[in-house]
């Protein structure tokens, strides 16, 4: 009877020291304000959105020492708008990031699921994104990350002195069969990325290829890819047909000083479909200063220069952003965001931000009927 007490007490004892070394982590934000904007297909509008800023979330990670350096991990993150309660992503419940895997101190981590690209982990940092939400015209270079990569997986090195890569691979889930649409390379993804950091220096690299996006349900896109070489807002400068590869190479650089950053980021990003290529180059710098510890201020400028290679259109749209947020606590904040888009040469007309209001909960705000659109913003973030 005492050997059993014994060993009870025992297992009890072992089971506690594993569940000090496991940790599950609740986790979510909250973003919500009104638009002013000056042509929203012909008339100003004002509107209430949410998830412009950072898109609306709740989420779980975890992590579970198995011994030797180590670890179990996963995270589980869902998109919602919050203005009406419904699920983003295409419904998905978390269609956000959905992964399991394995870390290890010296070797990295392999991770298995729904994740983000190289070109998002690596260089959207760089980027004005995380300032204000706002991508480059029709987000047509992904740093906004408006699809996420299903059936993934990623490798992700731990830091050599500064030095960090890894890749990604998403599976068709299709045989080699030879039939349109249903071969073993059609809606597939990989990238590969890099960036490297020291002292005041940062630098990152990334590439994004794709194989008929969306062509299949099964694949490493579905249902969330946006076609933007074909949105109206191109006119005839988009595709006439589905994009049947998409290529994307982005890099940038960027400098940090006592209470703020610098940075610039190029980015190329090249569609093709049966009969024809779109191309975009994006040129952006961007800058942010702490006036004070509670208030930043930042601004984007970027440069969008297209190409429809049959006619040889060329649609170009500069852009530009500026936005002061204040923060209430480490956790709330209240920011005043505006934007203001010019279209050029073959582009037809101004399109803000379809790709960000288009899951914030509430209808995308149209086109512009002329080739400029001015968005201005005030809302509230809160993370807990």
């Not at 909250?30 to 800023?53: H, P």
């Not at 030797?68 to 996963?74: D, P």
Request: charged share 15%.
């Amino acid at each position: 009877m005492k050997k059993r007490i014994l060993m009870v007490a025992a297992l009890g004892s072992c089971a506690g020291v594993a569940h000090a070394q496991s940790s599950v982590t609740l986790y979510g934000l909250l973003d919500a304000g009104f638009n002013y904007i000056n042509n929203d297909g012909g008339k100003s509008n004002f509107t209430m959105t949410t998830g412009v800023l950072q898109g609306n979330r709740w989420g779980l990670k975890g992590v579970e020492d198995l011994g030797g350096g180590l670890k179990a991990i996963f995270q589980l993150e869902n998109g919602f708008a919050l203005a009406t309660g419904s699920l983003q992503q295409g419904g998905r419940e978390f269609g956000r990031q959905a992964w399991v895997g394995v870390s290890h101190d010296r070797f990295g981590s392999l991770t298995f699921g729904r994740q983000y690209d190289s070109v998002v982990d690596y260089v959207q940092a760089l980027s004005g994104i995380p300032y204000t939400g706002l991508a480059h015209p029709f987000d047509n270079d992904n740093l906004d990350n408006d699809f996420r990569i299903n059936n993934s997986v990623k490798y992700a090195s731990p830091d050599f002195r500064g030095l960090k890569f890894g890749g990604l691979y998403g599976f068709s889930n299709s045989a080699n069969t030879g039939a349109a649409n249903s071969g073993f390379a059609s809606n597939r993804v990989w990238s590969l990325g890099a960036s490297y950091a020291v002292s005041s220096v940062n630098l990152a690299v990334g590439y994004l290829h794709l194989n008929s996006p969306n062509s299949n349900t099964v694949g490493a896109i579905s249902g969330d890819y946006i076609n933007v070489t074909r949105t109206s807002a191109l006119g005839t400068s988009g595709l006439p047909s589905a994009v049947t590869k998409e290529d994307v190479i982005a890099g940038g650089g960027a400098y940090s000083f006592n209470g703020g950053r610098v940075a610039f980021v190029y980015s190329h990003s090249k569609f093709d479909s049966a009969t024809d290529r779109l191309s975009f180059d994006n040129y952006e710098v961007n800058a942010n200063y702490f006036l004070t510890p509670a208030l930043s201020l930042a601004g984007i400028y970027s440069f969008t220069d297209g190409k429809l290679h049959s006619t040889d259109a060329n649609p170009k749209y500069h852009q530009f952003q500026l936005i002061a947020d204040y923060f209430l606590s480490k956790r709330t904040d209240v920011y005043l965001l505006g934007a203001w888009q010019r279209a050029v040469g073959d582009a037809p007309v101004a399109s803000l931000a379809p790709d960000t209001f288009g899951t914030g909960g509430t209808a995308a705000p149209d086109a512009s009927t002329t080739k400029n659109q001015v968005l201005v913003r005030i809302a509230m973030r809160h993370k807990f």
